[in-house]
C-alpha cells in the first residue's frame, strides 16, 4: 500500500525556518518524482517545488527560490523540504506526492498524496 505521511509543519515567526518531510512507504521513494505543493486558504494548491529520481530539482513558484530547497534521503525513503525565511504568505497546507512519470506543475500527474502538514507564518 502506497502511502505518504508529512509531517515537521507548525507555527513559526517570519524569517524562521522549518523541514517537513515526506515519508514513504509501499514503495521504493527513489525510483519516482516527489513534489510538495501547498494550499492556502481560498486559493487553489500549487505545485512548489519537486525533485527528480535524479535527484534534480525543479522550482515551480519564484518567490521560494533561494528560500527553499528539497532533498532526498533513499535510504531512509523519506523526502525533505527546508524551508528558510519564511513569510506570511508561505502559509498554507503543504502536501508532497508521487508523480512515476517525472516531475510536472500540475497536480492531475501525481496519483498519491500525503495528508498534508498545516504551516503558519506569523508573528
Known amino acids: 500500500q502506497v502511502q505518504l505521511v508529512e509531517s515537521g509543519g507548525g507555527l513559526v515567526q517570519p524569517g524562521g525556518s522549518l523541514r517537513l518531510s515526506c515519508a514513504a512507504s509501499?514503495?521504493?521513494?527513489?525510483?519516482?518524482?516527489i513534489g510538495w505543493f501547498r494550499q492556502a486558504p481560498g486559493k487553489e494548491r500549487e505545485g512548489v517545488l519537486c525533485i527528480s529520481s535524479g535527484a534534480g530539482s525543479i522550482f515551480y513558484v519564484d518567490s521560494v527560490k533561494g528560500r527553499f530547497t528539497i532533498s532526498r534521503d533513499n535510504a531512509n525513503n523519506t523526502v525533505y523540504l527546508q524551508m528558510n525565511s519564511l513569510k506570511p504568505e508561505d502559509t498554507a497546507v503543504y502536501y508532497c506526492?508521487?508523480?512515476?512519470?517525472?516531475?510536472?506543475?500540475?497536480?492531475?500527474?501525481?496519483?498519491?498524496w500525503g495528508q498534508g502538514t498545516q504551516v503558519i507564518v506569523s508573528s
Open positions: 506526492a508521487i508523480s512515476p512519470g517525472g516531475c510536472y506543475s500540475d497536480r492531475n500527474e501525481y496519483p498519491y
Open positions: 509501499g514503495f521504493t521513494l527513489r525510483y519516482y518524482a
